[in-house]
């Protein structure tokens, strides 16, 4: 409820209330509820005061200090608010549609649920700041500093965030749809299962970004610096990835079907099990990366690709060439796109048990009886490993298919050592 002396002291200017506020350091300042609606607020002392629910549409706030504030679902529709302090205050629930906090200072503050729709942001420092699931839609976010913020499942949908710092924030979940976020810092950011549709991240830093199963289709990430950032399981259907810097990123299991990474650098990135359907790999850099069941098609390009040497086993295992003083010649990198190209390679251990496996992959041809599933070749390793190459069609789910067959195997072999103990004894 309204405290009479404080809204009777508010009601006489900013001047005579900033002094009476020195003078009355024991009276609550308590202006919940208060209608002060397009009211002339600029440079007011309200530090501390309670604001929840107040009516502040159109109430020019302009350098006001607000910090501490408690401002729980007040309406501040069309509010000025730039230049103004709000460090710690708690703005949840509350309605910023429209406002101008242009420079202004949100450290450590609370806006969850907060609604920021079309608000002038610009320069805002939310340095910490606790925003889950508040709405910026459309907001204006220029250079806004959200370091370290929590922006769990946040909605951006449109809004304009270039020059953005995100520098450790959590993003997980948030919706960035459409958004702008060229030059934007996301450096080990957390946007894992974010949504990024049609996002431009031109020359964005995403260095150790976590974009683990987010959506990314038809995103723009030209020229972005994507060094060691986590893309495992994410969707990048169609997505720009022209000149990209993806040095040992993880694209493991990732969708790239149709997408754009012409000149890309992928030294050392791992691409196990990564769909790249109709894909363009043109003039790109893939000396060190791990292609373990890369998932290609006859419209995959590969053209003038630099290429020492891949992996064809995550952790860095089974070099090509296996000789660490060569490096791949053009036709030697061909003949492991043509392995891919269909394939899926399986690899054991010396003590592999051929009986077993033979039951393993019949099931496997029962289960898939209505593909051609066959071995392709059976190659000796360094260290007597041995890798199977099983011939499928492109297009199959090669990693529903793999993980079918080592059930199987396993399987089969527990029953085998059930059956032949003795057996089992002396192979170990």
């Known amino acids: 409820?309204?405290?009479?002396?404080?809204?009777?002291?508010?009601?006489?200017?900013?001047?005579?209330?900033?002094?009476?506020?020195?003078?009355?350091l024991h009276i609550q300042l308590d202006l919940r509820g208060a209608n002060l609606g397009g009211k002339v607020f600029i440079g007011i002392n309200f530090i501390g005061v309670d604001l929840a629910g107040a009516n502040l549409v159109k109430t020019n706030?302009?350098?006001?200090?607000?910090?501490?504030?408690?401002?729980?679902?007040?309406?501040?529709?069309?509010?000025?608010?730039?230049?103004?302090?709000?460090?710690?205050?708690?703005?949840?629930?509350?309605?910023?549609?429209?406002?101008?906090?242009?420079s202004a200072e949100f450290v450590g503050a609370n806006l969850s649920l907060a609604d920021l729709a079309q608000a002038d942001l610009r320069v805002v420092d939310f340095t910490a700041a606790d925003l889950p699931e508040a709405n910026f839609s459309q907001a204006n976010l220029k250079e806004a500093n959200f370091l370290g913020a929590n922006i769990k499942g946040a909605n951006f949908k449109l809004a304009q965030l270039n020059k953005t710092n995100f520098k450790d924030a959590n993003l997980t979940r948030a919706c960035l749809t459409k958004a702008d976020l060229s030059e934007a810092n996301l450096e080990r950011a957390n946007l894992s299962k974010a949504n990024l549709i049609q996002v431009n991240l031109r020359r964005a830093n995403l260095f150790k970004t976590n974009l683990s199963k987010a959506n990314l289709n038809e995103v723009n990430l030209n020229q972005a610096n994507l060094l060691k950032a986590d893309l495992t399981e994410c969707c990048l259907v169609t997505a720009n990835l022209t000149q990209a810097n993806l040095t040992q990123a993880s694209l493991a299991k990732a969708n790239l079907t149709q997408a754009n990474l012409t000149q890309a650098n992928l030294t050392q990135a791992n691409l196990a099990a990564t769909q790249a359907w109709a894909s363009n790999f043109n003039q790109c850099i893939l000396t060190g990366a791990c292609l373990e069941n890369l998932q290609i098609d006859r419209k995959s390009s590969f053209e003038r690709v630099i290429c020492q040497y891949i992996y064809l086993k995550y952790?860095?295992?089974?070099?090509?060439?296996?000789?660490?003083?060569?490096?791949?010649?053009?036709?030697?990198?061909?003949?492991?796109?043509?392995?891919?190209?269909?394939?899926?390679?399986?690899?054991?251990?010396?003590?592999?048990?051929?009986?077993?496996?033979?039951?393993?992959?019949r099931k496997l041809q029962r289960q898939y009886h209505t593909q051609t599933i066959d071995i392709r070749a059976i190659e000796v390793l360094p260290n007597q490993h041995f890798l199977v190459k099983l011939r499928v069609l492109p297009g199959l789910g090669v990693n529903a298919i793999e993980q079918y067959f080592w059930r199987q195997y396993k399987s089969c072999l527990l029953v085998q050592q059930e059956l032949n103990p003795q057996n089992n004894r002396e192979n170990h």
């Open 1 to 24: 409820m309204v405290n009479k002396k404080c809204y009777a002291s508010l009601k006489r200017g900013v001047e005579y209330w900033n002094k009476w506020r020195k003078n009355n």
């Open 61 to 102: 706030l302009t350098g006001a200090n607000l910090d501490g504030a408690n401002l729980t679902d007040a309406n501040l529709t069309g509010a000025n608010l730039a230049g103004a302090s709000l460090v710690g205050t708690n703005l949840t629930g509350a309605n910023l549609v429209k406002s101008n906090y242009r």
């Open 315 to 361: 952790y860095q295992k089974y070099r090509r060439p296996q000789n660490s003083q060569q490096n791949l010649t053009s036709e030697e990198f061909n003949l492991i796109l043509q392995d891919l190209l269909g394939s899926i390679n399986i690899i054991f251990d010396d003590r592999i048990d051929w009986t077993v496996f033979r039951r393993a992959f």
